[in-house]
């Protein structure tokens, strides 16, 4: 039995539960309103020590970090090319996400409108916002000869990237000028199992 200790506005979170869903693999939502500290008690912290969600609860074992448990779940899956080479390629993808994207798209969603401060960081914002875009403006580039971003297949590449960016405008991010970005939204939500993150 699969558990997902999971906050429901997360795209960190969300990344999980849309690769469950596309797996097939029924699981228990334990919700963790981080909002109101939840991750910060000390039964979570025993869980995972860094006080952050998504963790996965499996087999006895927790696993933290949105795109080690996605490397996990897609393991000899469909979701995760078979060439060594192209898994290196799914990993260096993951970690520009995690480096290059959702530190600053992500941030600046929830400062906008999860917590409603946009006000309180207005000047950490303008420095958000340029490297966000930064990172769009690399997404983009690739997609314009890819429709995936990995041997032009669906994998957990795109499940990583994927989650923050079909949001992004919730952070103030315009995406109108991004055409292969918007192309590549529709691919990702044709795909089988596909669940909105505002609906799962």
Request: glycine share 4%; with cysteine; hydrophobic share 40%.
């Amino acid at each position: 039995m699969y558990q997902l200790y999971d906050f429901l506005p997360s795209g960190n979170c969300y990344k999980i539960r849309l690769l469950l869903n596309q797996l097939g693999i029924e699981y228990e939502r334990v919700n963790i309103d981080i909002l109101n500290k939840e991750s910060r008690t000390p039964e979570f912290l025993k869980i995972n020590p860094n006080g952050r969600t998504p963790v996965l609860y499996h087999d006895g074992k927790y696993l933290a970090e949105s795109n080690a448990i996605l490397w996990y779940l897609a393991s000899n899956t469909r979701f995760l090319p078979v060439d060594h080479f192209e898994q290196a390629l799914v990993l260096q993808w993951m970690f520009f996400e995690q480096y290059s994207h959702e530190p600053n798209i992500a941030t600046s969603r929830y400062w906008v409108s999860i917590l409603k401060a946009e006000n309180d960081y207005k000047e950490q914002l303008i420095a958000k916002m340029k490297a966000g875009y930064a990172a769009l403006d690399v997404m983009e580039q690739h997609l314009a000869s890819n429709d995936f971003f990995v041997a032009n297949q669906y994998s957990i590449a795109d499940i990583a990237l994927y989650a923050y960016t079909h949001v992004a405008d919730e952070g103030n991010f315009d995406l109108s000028g991004y055409s292969k970005i918007k192309q590549w939204f529709k691919r990702v939500e044709n795909q089988e199992n596909y669940i909105d993150i505002k609906k799962c």
